[in-house]
């Protein structure tokens, strides 16, 4: 039974930087690709960003290109989500994600934590 753990969130003023975390035990960490999602209140769970398996490919949601960026630590079963240049829009809770089943498409994710919250200050 995978179990993912996020760390890191909390309240910052907008234009600042959180990093995320995500220990992931359970399930070999290596062979799923993993991801990052964010729920706002009132919104439906959107897809923020994705790493494959290696490490060497990433895919990124339009609205936050060039501000976030995922990673991961093998050796360490860590997923990490770097967010600077925070806005109020990025206030969310996020969650990490893994795709144990394979692919790493947003449908491909069937493995979830429970969630950090972030708020950026306006």
């Known amino acids: 039974q995978v179990q993912l753990v996020e760390s890191g969130g909390g309240l910052v003023q907008a234009g600042g930087s959180l990093r995320l975390s995500c220990a992931a035990s359970g399930r070999t960490f290596s062979r799923a690709a993993m991801g990052w999602f964010r729920q706002a209140p009132g919104k439906e769970r959107e897809f923020v960003a994705a790493i494959w398996r290696s490490g060497d490919m990433m895919s990124y949601a339009e609205s936050v290109k060039g501000r976030f960026a995922i990673s991961r630590d093998n050796a360490k079963n860590t997923l990490y989500l770097q967010m600077n240049s925070l806005t109020s829009e990025d206030t969310a809770v996020y969650y990490c994600?893994?795709?144990?089943?394979?692919?790493?498409?947003?449908?491909?994710?069937?493995?979830w934590g429970q969630g950090t919250q972030v708020t950026v200050s306006s």
């Open positions: 994600a893994g795709a144990y089943g394979g692919g790493w498409s947003p449908r491909d994710f069937d493995s």
